[in-house]
Nanobody
Framework: QVQLVESGGGLVQAGGSLRLSCVASGRTFSSYTVGWFRQAPGKDREFVAAISGSGGSTYYADSVKGRFTISRDNAKNTVYLQMNSLKPEDTAVYCC??????????????????WGQGAQVTVSS
């Protein structure tokens, strides 16, 4: 069983930056692929980025490529999402999710086993 807790959300002006953290319980965290997903009001859940257990592979949605960076520190059981050049359309609840040894390019959220509760990110224009 893995529990995930996100933090770092908030309100920021367009063009600003935020860093989300996803802290996991469990001793085998380094074997888990972790993905970030977001859901805006009235919209479907959307894949944002994913990182392999070792951190050696990453994958991004086209909408965030070049602006967001996913990384992890397995010694701290933490995955980060650095978000730069934020736009109002990035406003959403951001959730992290985990699944053991899952390919980073498999972006369908329904295949992830564990989910955090989410963190609100609001970007004002």
């Amino acid at each position: 069983q893995v529990q995930l807790v996100e933090s770092g959300g908030g309100l920021v002006q367009a063009g600003g930056s935020l860093r989300l953290s996803c802290v996991a319980s469990g001793r085998t965290f380094s074997s888990y692929t972790v993905g970030w997903f977001r859901q805006a009001p009235g919209k479907d859940r959307e894949f944002v980025a994913a990182i392999s257990g070792s951190g050696g592979s990453t994958y991004y949605a086209d909408s965030v490529k070049g602006r967001f960076t996913i990384s992890r520190d397995n010694a701290k059981n933490t995955v980060y999402l650095q978000m730069n050049s934020l736009k109002p359309e990035d406003t959403a609840v951001y959730c992290c999710a985990a699944r053991p040894n899952w390919p980073v390019r498999q972006i369908q959220g329904q295949y992830y086993d564990y989910w955090g509760q989410g963190a609100q990110v609001t970007v004002s224009s």
